[in-house]
């Protein structure tokens, strides 16, 4: 029998068996993993608008597209990388809580709530970046910006639900709450194919 989902990186799983560990009976991976591929998937899909935003025809633009796509790759991989460490957090959370090891609970929790913390600020960055992508964008691809966008966005929004499941200081909510505040704003404009 091969090595379960949960027993190896989330990048190195096959998507269909992400979403099946996802929907198992089992604490790991979560919701806050769950957000932290969301996001990555956004990266992605506006990664690909990027490289079709390449070669002589864009002229300047290319470069500009080039540049944004392998920043987005390599946020992609930050993504994959927090998703395993929010199961990994997680875990230690229940270890913790079962080992009646206060110490060790707080320095998990605070782990915890880090997590979601971190892909919240990312989804905002990058969304504000493939919104400011969407004028300099080939075309034709800008329903896959707005994909990313959207992606980003829910994205943002789950881990603003994960991180709301731990406990936070109130530096942290204000915070988080702003940054929800710039993803609803960047969101506000209906998707380019229905705009009125």
């Given at each position: 029998m091969g090595e379960s989902a949960a027993a190896r990186p989330l990048a190195a799983t096959p998507c269909g068996e992400i979403i099946a560990a996802l929907a198992a009976r089992t604490p790991v991976?979560?919701?806050?993993?769950?957000?932290?591929?969301?996001?990555?998937?956004?990266?992605?899909?506006?990664?690909?608008?990027?490289?079709?935003?390449t070669g002589a025809k864009w002229g300047e633009r290319a470069l500009v597209a080039a540049t944004i796509a392998q920043g987005l790759d390599e946020t992609s991989r930050t993504l994959l990388?927090?998703?395993?460490?929010?199961?990994?957090?997680?875990?230690?959370?229940?270890?913790?809580?079962?080992?009646?090891?206060?110490?060790a609970l707080a320095a998990a929790e605070a782990r915890s709530a880090q997590i979601p913390a971190e892909v919240l600020l990312i989804c905002v960055v990058q969304a504000q970046l493939l919104e400011s992508f969407r004028t300099v964008c080939n075309p034709r691809l800008l329903s896959d910006v707005d994909v990313g966008i959207a992606l980003l966005a829910g994205a943002g929004r789950a881990a603003v639900a994960t991180l709301g499941a731990n406990p936070q200081t109130p530096e942290q909510r204000q915070l988080a709450l702003s940054q929800l505040r710039i993803l609803e704003t960047i969101t506000a404009h209906p998707p380019g194919g229905l705009t009125p």
């Open positions: 991976p979560g919701g806050g993993a769950a957000a932290a591929l969301a996001a990555a998937l956004g990266c992605a899909t506006g990664a690909m608008a990027a490289r079709y935003t990388s927090l998703a395993d460490a929010d199961s990994a957090a997680y875990a230690a959370v229940g270890a913790s809580r079962a080992a009646g090891d206060a110490a």
